[in-house]
C-alpha cells in the first residue's frame, strides 16, 4: 500500500496593516496619556505650583507697593494718578494679621485670575482706611490660601491694612457664615472692612465666611467713587468662575493633544528610551500649563 504524501500547507499571507485602526490607537493612547498629564497636573497645580506661584507673585507685588509707597504713588482712589480705572493686579494694600501670623500684598480685582497672586480689594467699594465697608477676598486652600485661616479670628482680634494714606487699625466684630444676621449699618463717618474667603473642607467650598472689623483708628479721606457698587462683572463676586470662553486653555489642550499623540507614535517608531528623553519634558510642561488654566476655572476663593 502506498503512503500518500500530505498536502503541503498554503504559505501564512502576512495580514495587511490597517493604517486607519493604528492611527485611533495613537489617537486613543494619546488621549489618555493628555488625560493622565492633566490629571497630573491639576493635582501638582493645586496642592504644590500654586502656592509657588502665589509666593513670587507676593514678592514681586511687594516690591512694587514698597516702592510706590516710598515715593507717594501708591493708589488711594478707584483710579490712578492719570485719572483712568487701577489695572486688575495692581498692588493697592499691606494687610498684616499677627494672630495668624499672616502678611499679604492685597491685589486691585477679586476675579480668579487676580486672586491667584493674593488677595484681592473689590472694586467697588473704598479702599481700606476710609469711610465706608471696604471688602477684601482671598483664597482659602489653592494659591498659598492666603484666607484660610480666617475661622480662627475672634471678636477683639486686631489686624492692620498699609495703604497710600497710612495705616489703618481694625478690629473683629465677628464671623458669619451663611444665615447669620449681617452687622448694623455703620454710622457717618465710620469705617469697616469685610474679609471674605470660602468654608467649609479645604478645596472643596461649601459656602462663604466673611469677617467684619471696624476701623478704630482715624478714617482716611475717601475720593468720590467712580465704579457704582453692584456693577462688577459676575466673575468678580464670591465663588465666581470666569466667563466666557478661555481660549488659552484651549490652545494648551491642544497642543498637550498633539505632543501626547506625537509621543505615542514615537514610542513604536524610535523607541521608549528616546521618547521619554524627547517627549517626558514637553508633555510635563504642556500639562502644567493646562493645570494652570484648568485652576483658574475653578470658584475664585477656592
Known amino acids: 500500500?502506498?503512503?500518500?504524501?500530505?498536502?503541503?500547507?498554503?504559505?501564512?499571507?502576512?495580514?495587511?496593516?490597517?493604517?486607519?485602526?493604528?492611527?485611533?490607537?495613537?489617537?486613543?493612547?494619546?488621549?489618555?496619556?493628555?488625560?493622565?498629564?492633566?490629571?497630573?497636573g491639576v493635582t501638582a497645580q493645586l496642592l504644590l505650583v500654586s502656592g509657588i506661584q502665589e509666593h513670587n507673585a507676593q514678592h514681586s507685588a511687594y516690591d512694587e507697593l514698597r516702592n510706590?509707597?516710598?515715593?507717594?504713588?501708591?493708589?488711594?482712589?478707584?483710579?490712578?494718578?492719570?485719572?483712568?480705572?487701577?489695572?486688575?493686579?495692581?498692588?493697592?494694600?499691606?494687610?498684616?494679621?499677627?494672630?495668624?501670623?499672616?502678611s499679604q500684598v492685597v491685589l486691585e480685582g477679586t476675579d480668579s485670575a487676580v486672586l491667584t497672586g493674593g488677595p484681592g480689594h473689590r472694586r467697588d467699594t473704598p479702599m481700606p482706611g476710609q469711610t465706608g465697608t471696604s471688602v477684601l477676598m482671598g483664597r482659602?486652600?489653592?494659591?498659598?490660601?492666603?484666607?484660610?485661616?480666617?475661622?480662627?479670628?475672634?471678636?477683639?482680634?486686631?489686624?492692620?491694612?498699609?495703604?497710600?494714606?497710612?495705616?489703618?487699625?481694625?478690629?473683629?466684630?465677628?464671623?458669619?457664615?451663611?444665615?447669620?444676621?449681617?452687622?448694623?449699618?455703620?454710622?457717618?463717618?465710620?469705617?469697616?472692612?469685610v474679609l471674605v474667603t470660602a468654608t467649609g473642607p479645604r478645596f472643596m467650598p461649601a459656602g462663604v465666611l466673611r469677617v467684619d472689623a471696624e476701623l478704630v483708628s482715624a478714617p482716611?479721606?475717601?475720593?468720590?467713587?467712580?465704579?457704582?457698587?453692584?456693577?462688577?462683572?459676575?466673575?468678580?463676586?464670591?465663588?465666581?468662575?470666569?466667563?466666557?470662553?478661555?481660549?488659552?486653555?484651549?490652545?494648551?489642550?491642544?497642543a498637550l493633544l498633539a505632543a501626547a499623540v506625537a509621543a505615542v507614535w514615537t514610542w513604536h517608531r524610535w523607541g521608549r528610551h528616546q521618547t521619554w528623553l524627547v517627549f517626558a519634558p514637553v508633555v510635563a510642561v504642556l500639562g502644567l500649563q493646562v493645570a494652570t488654566g484648568a485652576t483658574e476655572l475653578l470658584p475664585n476663593l477656592l
Open 1 to 40: 500500500m502506498t503512503a500518500v504524501a500530505p498536502a503541503p500547507l498554503a504559505p501564512a499571507v502576512p495580514r495587511a496593516r490597517v493604517h486607519g485602526v493604528t492611527a485611533v490607537r495613537h489617537l486613543a493612547r494619546g488621549a489618555l496619556l493628555s488625560l493622565a498629564a492633566l490629571l497630573l
Open 68 to 102: 510706590r509707597l516710598a515715593l507717594g504713588t501708591a493708589p488711594v482712589a478707584q483710579t490712578g494718578l492719570d485719572g483712568s480705572l487701577l489695572a486688575p493686579g495692581s498692588p493697592v494694600a499691606l494687610i498684616e494679621v499677627p494672630k495668624l501670623g499672616m
Open 140 to 193: 482659602a486652600a489653592a494659591y498659598g490660601g492666603p484666607f484660610g485661616g480666617l475661622a480662627r479670628l475672634a471678636e477683639g482680634d486686631t489686624f492692620t491694612v498699609t495703604t497710600g494714606q497710612g495705616r489703618a487699625r481694625y478690629r473683629v466684630a465677628d464671623v458669619r457664615r451663611a444665615g447669620d444676621p449681617a452687622p448694623a449699618a455703620l454710622a457717618a463717618g465710620s469705617g469697616r472692612v
Open 220 to 254: 482716611f479721606q475717601t475720593p468720590a467713587a467712580v465704579i457704582r457698587p453692584g456693577t462688577l462683572p459676575d466673575a468678580e463676586e464670591p465663588l465666581a468662575r470666569p466667563s466666557g470662553v478661555p481660549w488659552p486653555l484651549v490652545m494648551w489642550l491642544q
